[in-house]
């Protein structure tokens, strides 16, 4: 089974939580092997981070924040605050799996807008006729019929008439906008 790099990122930051959470019951306890599941936390939580800091600080010859968190994590591990060095690593963590899922939402959300934009376009010709054409074909000066509904297959005027448009997609604003001539449309 393969996982995505966001279930990934997800998981690493569950199973910190959870060695971390065992260490610290374990050390309130009194139990005296407490570190291993500090150690466990921070493997879990580090592991990612702590291997592509090393890659990208040798590769550009300058530390990067990745390994510094993990120096400053095993820094603390070493001075003997265990739940402090675990505290860090699952808070780099848990940044990591949220700054992998707003990257990905982003890229679907980009993807679904691309997928919005008509692949054709009614060309308007110089006798009123119109002829469908691929998007990619059309030059600035082109005339084009937009039927109601349609979407808006490239930035343009509105050279006749007036319509109401949704332009959602590209504002945001969910009320669709009145447009006159001369008005810019947005595809």
């Not at 060695?19 to 466990?40: A, C, N, Q, V, W």
């Not at 090393?54 to 400053?72: F, G, I, P, S």
């Not at 997609?169 to 009320?175: K, L, M, N």
Request: hydrophobic share 45%.
């Amino acid at each position: 089974m393969k996982f995505s790099d966001e279930k990934k990122a997800i998981l690493s930051t569950i199973f910190c939580l959870l060695f971390m959470i065992i260490g610290f019951i374990l050390e309130k306890s009194g139990i005296r092997f407490y570190p291993i599941s500090f150690t466990l936390a921070i493997f879990f939580g580090g592991f990612k981070q702590t291997k592509d800091g090393l890659l990208e600080t040798l590769k550009n010859r300058h530390l990067n924040v990745d390994l510094l968190m993990a120096l400053a994590a095993i820094g603390a591990c070493m001075i003997g605050h265990w739940f402090e060095g675990a505290m860090l690593t699952f808070i780099f963590c848990l940044s990591g799996a949220l700054e992998e899922y707003t990257t990905n939402k982003s890229k679907k959300e980009i993807a679904s807008l691309m997928n919005m934009q008509p692949e054709t376009a009614l060309l308007l010709n110089s006798n009123g006729k119109t002829t469908e054409v691929p998007v990619n074909q059309l030059q600035i000066g082109d005339s084009l019929l937009v039927p109601k509904g349609a979407s808006i297959p490239i930035d343009g005027k509105l050279m006749l008439g007036s319509s109401t448009i949704d332009e959602a997609a590209i504002t945001g604003e969910s009320v669709p906008v009145e447009k006159q001539e001369d008005d810019t449309l947005f595809g």
